[in-house]
Nanobody, 126 residues
Framework: EVQLVESGGGLVQAGGSLRLSCAASGFTFDDYAIAWFRQAPGKEREGLSC????????LYEDSVKGRFTVSSDKAKNLVYLQMNSLKPEDTAVYFC???????????????????WGQGTQVTVSS
């Protein structure tokens, strides 16, 4: 059974940093891509970033480009989302999801991914 578990969320002041982790089990991590999404109250789920474990390809949505960095630790089967220069508008529940690869066209589309974690809350105070 594929399982994804996010951790690392919390409360941080504007301008601060957080690192989220996504731990995967039940599948060969190297064969999949991992994407990060977020969902703020009353808003649709928003795709932020993707990393292909096989070739290290990364993609970023414009609003987080230069502030967020996705990376992976193959030895630990973890994918990270380092979030710097956080803004109040970054407040949301953050999810990781697994999919076949990082698609330039579809990486921000929820339906492209097969498995999801339960999410971790990130709150940025002003």
């Amino acid at each position: 059974e594929v399982q994804l578990v996010e951790s690392g969320g919390g409360l941080v002041q504007a301008g601060g940093s957080l690192r989220l982790s996504c731990a995967a089990s039940g599948f060969t991590f190297d064969d999949y891509a991992i994407a990060w999404f977020r969902q703020a109250p009353g808003k649709e789920r928003e795709g932020l970033s993707c990393i292909s474990r096989s070739d290290g390809k990364t993609l970023y949505e414009d609003s987080v480009k230069g502030r967020f960095t996705v990376s992976s630790d193959k030895a630990k089967n973890l994918v990270y989302l380092q979030m710097n220069s956080l803004k109040p508008e970054d407040t949301a529940v953050y999810f990781c999801a697994s999919g076949p690869y990082c698609s330039d066209k579809f990486y921000r589309v929820s339906e492209f991914y097969q498995s999801w974690g339960q999410g971790t809350q990130v709150t940025v105070s002003s």
